[in-house]
């Protein structure tokens, strides 16, 4: 260190356990030195006095040098100084120096919640990174407050790494969000609707039910498929009817994870449409499921099995066939007789 700086410095470094304010507004004053050497000495003293320095710092937020309120905004963030929220919120808006500005959005992240309402508000800054670290900022609070002006930053701002980060808040805010969640189960986007479904499921309430539901009917994504189906299969009794409505749909996997839906049920109102999906389904994995749903039932799905002996589908016959026997019919005998002497399918003759 230079001697002129040292001799300049004695009389701070002298004075370094006595935390008086006169000495306290000689080293804030000191940090806008033109000399790095000063400014950094300065700091430094400052940062060990902690605390007692605080409501001195907080005064100097408004000096008119832009390094001193940046340095006593930074010795504040160490702190987490509540106290400092306010003069902190007032230069993060007003103030013209970008340093500035960003030490003191620094300091709103660094208190936390009880800088909620005014992150809430960055998000309407000019600045990118003012608005992205106030996304981080709030998704890690979890903040509810923030719900409708994250839709608006999720439909509007016209970054897309800010859209997603927004998507991502909204996805674990619960209840405050749970409207905008249903209404992403009509995007276009397959991870958006999926992702939606997904929160949706942890909050399981009966409107994200329903409009799961409806999803479920309709969806054409086997992983959206698959998630709609978990949010039902863990809904117990309420998911009957979405089942059963699951199993007018287009899609194959749905009319499977239908019937699958209403066997952990033991749901018997579906007999009649399961057994047509078992005599007339093209689809392979649907017709097995509708079988393990019929064989669940034991003689109550045995009028259907018996139709089944009739069918032209020789995987149907046999599946029929052996079925009946494990239930304990003693109907189909008459018929079983007439497919031993007239069916032509040599396995359907071997059963």
Do not use: W
Request: glycine content about 8%.
């Amino acid at each position: 260190m230079h001697l002129a700086l040292a001799v300049l410095l004695l009389p701070l470094l002298s004075q370094e356990a006595v935390p008086d304010a006169p000495r306290l507004r000689r080293l804030i004053g000191q940090l806008g030195a033109d000399f790095l050497e000063e400014r950094e000495a300065a700091r430094r003293l400052l940062e060990k006095e902690g605390r007692a320095a605080e409501p001195l710092l907080v005064e100097a937020i408004g000096a008119p040098d832009h390094r001193v309120r940046k340095t006593c905004l930074e010795l504040l963030i160490a702190l987490k100084s509540t106290a400092a929220l306010k003069a902190a919120s007032e230069v993060f808006r007003d103030d013209e120096n970008l340093e500035v500005k960003d030490a003191a959005f620094r300091l709103l992240q660094a208190v936390g919640q009880d800088a909620e309402d005014r992150l809430i508000d960055a998000l309407d800054s000019p600045v990118y990174e003012f608005r992205r670290g106030a996304i981080q900022s709030l998704t890690e609070m979890r903040s509810g407050k923030c719900v409708g002006k994250m839709i608006e930053v999720f439909e509007r701002d016209f970054h897309q790494g800010l859209r997603e980060a927004a998507f991502r808040c909204l996805l674990v805010q619960g209840k405050p969000a749970e409207p905008f969640l249903i209404r992403q189960l009509q995007a276009a986007d397959v991870a958006v609707r999926r992702e939606a479904l997904q929160a949706l499921a942890r909050g399981g309430s009966a409107e994200a039910l329903e409009a799961t539901g409806r999803l479920f009917a309709v969806e054409t994504d086997p992983t959206v498929i698959q998630a709609a189906f978990d949010f039902l299969a863990a809904s117990g009794a309420q998911a009957g009817p979405h089942f059963l409505g699951g199993l007018k749909s287009a899609s194959e996997q749905t009319r499977a994870k239908s019937i699958e839906g209403l066997i952990t049920l033991k749901n018997k109102d579906a007999l009649d449409a399961v057994s047509a999906m078992f005599l007339e389904e093209g689809a392979e994995s649907v017709r097995s499921a509708a079988l393990a749903y019929l064989r669940g039932l034991g003689l109550a799905s045995e009028a259907a099995l018996l139709r089944g002996l009739e069918s032209k589908n020789s995987k149907v016959k046999l599946a029929s066939i052996k079925v009946l026997g494990e239930i304990g019919s003693d109907k189909p005998l008459e018929k079983i007789g007439r497919l031993f002497r007239e069916d032509a399918d040599r396995e359907v003759h071997a059963r």
